[in-house]
């Protein structure tokens, strides 16, 4: 399996990498040490879950910015 090549260290930069707090780094990792792999993997799915909804918070912030440019630009024509 894939996650037996992944070192510590590895598994920590990618967390990182995909913008996972420290706290749930190291929760995290202590999981991997403690839990089983579905508990991990339900770990994952919820960090996923979080910055999914945050991403489309700012989708949404970027269509509100969208929306009030394209309605000044049609008030300045």
Do not use: V, W
């Amino acid at each position: 399996m894939i996650a037996e090549r992944l070192n510590r260290s590895d598994i920590e930069q990618l967390l990182q990498e995909a913008g996972c707090s420290k706290d749930f780094t190291r929760q995290f990792l202590t999981t991997m040490d403690t839990q089983s792999i579905p508990e991990q993997l339900k770990l994952l799915r919820t960090q996923r879950a979080k910055q999914l909804e945050r991403l489309h918070r700012e989708e949404k912030n970027l269509d509100q910015l969208d929306f009030l440019r394209y309605a000044l630009e049609q008030q300045n024509l």
